[in-house]
């Protein structure tokens, strides 16, 4: 079985400041995994996936994500940070193929962006 | 492409009483949809799989009795919370998947008075 752990449960940051999300996961198979946000009251929307291939990720609204195997990690980030940037962020693990693609959810980390 | 909608996006009922809430994807079939339950503050917690012509595989914990899922075609999921209490008051989720991916509907807030 997989599990998320999101480190951070709360991030405040300024504007145009940059921002890193950290997540760790544990598996003992190989996995897939995502970031999704998620803004008051709406469903979740994709920001990022790691399936194969290339550690370093790029997604939408210019986040990116770098996979590391070593340390079990998915750190996503942001170099320059909108007030619009401003939701819940959710770090997710599923098994390939396994599961019918069975999604595990980190607690979610909520990031405020102050002016 | 890969739209998930959900209906209604939000309901108000008594105590008592039983509500359905739909899962469609709209632009693909889905032989796979999940269900998800959200509290306030609090992450997704994977109910049920849902798949197309057969039983709903539910997680540990979740009474199936209570949470009834069909899932009669390859657009169209839906799920019944029976006999609703105010405990049972919170967001409800539902993703379809296609690809490897799930696809997230824009979720039912349930508030059960």
């Known amino acids: 079985a997989q599990s998320v752990t999101q480190l951070d449960s709360q991030v405040p940051v300024f504007e145009e400041a940059p921002v890193e999300l950290r997540c760790n996961y544990s598996s003992s198979v190989s996995v897939y995994l995502f970031w999704y946000v998620q803004y008051p009251n709406q469903g979740l929307q994709l920001l990022l996936k790691y399936l194969s291939g290339s550690t370093l990720v790029k997604g939408i609204n210019g986040f990116e994500a770098e996979f590391n195997k070593s340390q079990t990690s998915f750190h996503l980030r942001k170099p320059s940070v909108h007030i619009s940037d401003t939701a819940e962020y959710f770090c997710?693990?599923?098994?390939?193929?396994?599961?019918?693609?069975?999604?595990?959810f980190g607690a979610g980390t909520t990031v405020t962006v102050r002016a | 492409g890969a739209v998930v909608s959900q209906h209604p996006s939000w309901v108000i009922c008594k105590s008592g009483t039983s509500v359905k809430i739909e899962c469609r994807s709209l632009?693909?079939?889905?032989?796979?949809m999940f269900w998800y339950r959200q509290f306030p503050k609090q992450s997704l917690m994977l109910m049920a799989t849902s798949n197309e012509g057969s039983k709903a595989t539910y997680e540990q914990g979740v009474e199936k009795d209570k949470f009834l899922i069909n899932h009669a075609s390859l657009t169209l999921s839906t799920l019944t919370v029976t006999s609703a209490h105010p405990e049972d008051s919170s967001f409800y989720i539902c993703?379809?998947?296609?690809?490897?991916?799930?696809?997230f509907g824009p979720g039912t807030r349930l508030t059960v008075t």
């Open positions: 993703s379809a998947s296609q690809g490897g991916e799930q696809y």
């Open positions: 997710a693990v599923s098994g390939p193929r396994s599961n019918d693609y069975k999604l595990s």
């Open positions: 632009d693909f079939q889905a032989t796979t």
